[in-house]
Nanobody
């Protein structure tokens, strides 16, 4: 039974930082492309960052480059999203997701490419 559980969201002021965590169970997440998505009210779900840790492969949407960092702890089967210099436009529900390895190597990463999803965690930047 594959399960992804996110935590770490909350309310933060602009310029502040938050770290999201995603604990994976039921499979070895180092064999998957792991991604963080976000969805703001009235908007489509979008990729924020993705990683295939085995080959040190990472992908970021342009709007978060230089501010967010995705990383993975294989010992604890956990994926993190460190978010610095937060902006009000980062406000959204953030989701962790897992996809087959190849997804991390395509030009355009889409939500439909991912098989497993967490329940989401709210991030609000004031």
């Amino acid at each position: 039974h594959v399960q992804l559980v996110e935590s770490g969201g909350g309310l933060e002021q602009a310029g502040g930082s938050l770290r999201l965590s995603c604990v994976a169970s039921g499979y070895a997440s180092d064999r998957y492309c792991m991604g963080w998505f976000r969805q703001a009210p009235g908007r489509e779900r979008e990729i924020v960052a993705a990683t295939y840790a085995a080959l040190n492969r990472t992908h970021y949407v342009d709007s978060v480059k230089g501010r967010f960092t995705i990383s993975k702890d294989n010992v604890n089967n956990t994926v993190y999203l460190q978010m610095n210099s937060l902006k009000p436009e980062d406000t959204a529900v953030y989701y962790c997701a897992a996809a087959p390895t190849a997804v991390c190597f395509v030009h355009s990463i889409l939500p439909g490419d991912f098989d497993y999803w967490g329940q989401g965690t709210q991030v609000t930047v004031s």
